[in-house]
């Protein structure tokens, strides 16, 4: 079964870090873009960065541009996403994800990993 699954989430300060984990099973993630995610209470889902199959450009949302750092390691069919600067404002359920569309018909979401900033 091919699926990602997201990890590294958990409870900072603010102005904290935190590393999140996406690691591929069933597929080889080295051949396509990966995006990133994010789900805060109450509010949409939106993107929050991509990175393409062979890791040469990556985006990344106004609000984290700056502070967030998309990486992948395709020889260990993982993206990471580095999480610096954090904010109350960063609380959410991430979320990975082949494709860097927001919408794609089809597309299952994983569990997510939840991100909490709070003093």
């Known amino acids: 079964q091919s699926q990602l699954v997201e990890s590294g989430g958990g409870l900072v300060q603010p102005g904290g870090s935190l590393r999140l984990s996406c690691a591929a099973s069933?597929?080889?993630?080295?051949?396509?873009?990966i995006g990133w995610f994010r789900q805060a209470p109450g509010k949409e889902r939106e993107a929050v960065s991509c990175?393409?199959?062979?890791?040469?450009?990556?985006n990344y949302a106004d609000s984290v541009k700056g502070r967030f750092t998309v990486s992948r390691d395709n020889t260990k069919n993982t993206v990471y996403l580095q999480m610096n600067s954090l904010k109350p404002e960063d609380t959410a359920v991430y979320y990975c994800?082949?494709?860097?569309?927001?919408?794609?018909?089809?597309?299952?979401w994983g569990q997510g990993t939840q991100v909490t900033v709070s003093s």
């Open positions: 994800a082949v494709d860097c569309r927001l919408v794609v018909v089809g597309r299952n």
């Open positions: 069933g597929f080889d993630l080295g051949y396509y873009a």
């Open positions: 990175i393409s199959f062979t890791g040469g450009t990556a």
